[in-house]
């Protein structure tokens, strides 16, 4: 066994660690050969909807050295964002925590280009790419292969220490590390997000209609109207869905976030129904100034809480 190889690893790992990621886990860049057939049949059953970008660069999804040339290890990086802060009006249009607060792609786009400095710097001339749910990469496909978690059946990454309201990131870079082994699956006989999601869109175990999820409505779903259909399945939410993390036993080992840019806005957790519905640009503008919210715009926005409350 290289022992300078794992001693890359493990100074790679201590920096994430000091940096604020609450895990940081290696995998060599290979050919995702479990994934493609799954890939195959996920699209083709049309689970994606109106996502079409999720049919471009197939190639690059399933081999990072297409994407990322001369691409050796692809490095895991989690980051923390469950908050205790609530809304406060039970009856309020419901944001999903991890838009909170600051554009989480900013955030920690930030924090992997320190990290990449520190790893040229410490280790010499190394290269490679960073990503943050913006690129063609599998990344809980990246994540369950290095050991960060396993996918629940609700298609999320679960940690056994952390539950899952985590962010994934990735390095790819052309430097060769010790990879980490995967870990076994700790879901047994539960069902608890697939009886709760009110639209079914877990139509088995860790498969996901992504075409009936409540977070694919409000977010990529770029119709002038939603689907009447699921008038009154939306449980309250605006942007996002948090039901199948929500009931997740193992959330139970969730620990609040210490990022302050994930702060939600002062005003965001106390609006009640009636000021969502009421809801001005411009106090759209101040309360998502720099949030992932503003992928929805504030028309999408308005759309989404019309369909919840006019009958």
């Avoid at 050295?65 to 001369?70: A, D, E, Q, Y």
């Avoid at 692809?74 to 909170?100: C, G, H, I, R, W």
């Avoid at 977010?219 to 942007?239: Q, R, S, T, V």
């Amino acid at each position: 066994m290289d022992l300078k190889r794992i001693t890359r690893r493990d100074l790679i790992r201590t920096k994430a660690l000091q940096m604020g990621f609450i895990s940081c886990t290696i995998s060599e860049a290979t050919y995702l050969e479990e994934e493609a057939p799954k890939l195959d049949a996920w699209l083709a059953k049309g689970f994606h909807g109106k996502m079409s970008y999720m049919e471009n660069h197939y190639d690059k999804r399933l081999d990072p050295r297409i994407l990322v040339p001369g691409a050796k290890s692809v490095v895991t990086l989690l980051f923390n964002y469950y908050s205790e802060k609530t809304q406060q009006d039970p009856d309020a249009p419901k944001l999903s925590m991890y838009a909170y607060g600051e554009d989480y792609h900013s955030v920690i786009k930030d924090k992997l280009s320190e990290l990449v400095q520190y790893i040229q710097i410490e280790i010499g001339d190394v290269n490679g790419r960073v990503f943050v749910d913006s690129a063609p990469v599998m990344d809980k496909a990246w994540a369950k292969r290095s050991g960060a978690g396993w996918i629940g059946k609700h298609s999320n990454l679960i940690s056994k220490k952390m539950g899952s309201y985590f962010f994934i990131a990735e390095l790819i870079l052309d430097l060769e590390l010790e990879s980490d082994g995967p870990v076994t699956d700790h879901c047994g006989t539960c069902t608890r997000c697939i009886d709760a999601c009110p639209t079914d869109a877990i139509v088995e175990p860790y498969v996901v209609d992504g075409s009936r999820c409540i977070s694919y409505f409000t977010i990529e779903l770029k119709e002038e109207l939603l689907p009447k259909e699921f008038k009154g399945k939306m449980d309250n939410w605006m942007f996002g869905c948090d039901i199948c993390q929500q009931v997740c036993p193992w959330n139970r080992f969730s620990k609040p976030h210490n990022e302050p840019r994930f702060e939600p806005h002062e005003r965001l957790l106390h609006l009640d129904q009636q000021e969502w519905t009421e809801l001005t640009e411009d106090v759209f503008s101040e309360l998502f100034k720099k949030s992932a919210v503003k992928r929805t715009k504030y028309e999408g926005l308005k759309r989404n809480i019309k369909f919840l409350f006019e009958a």
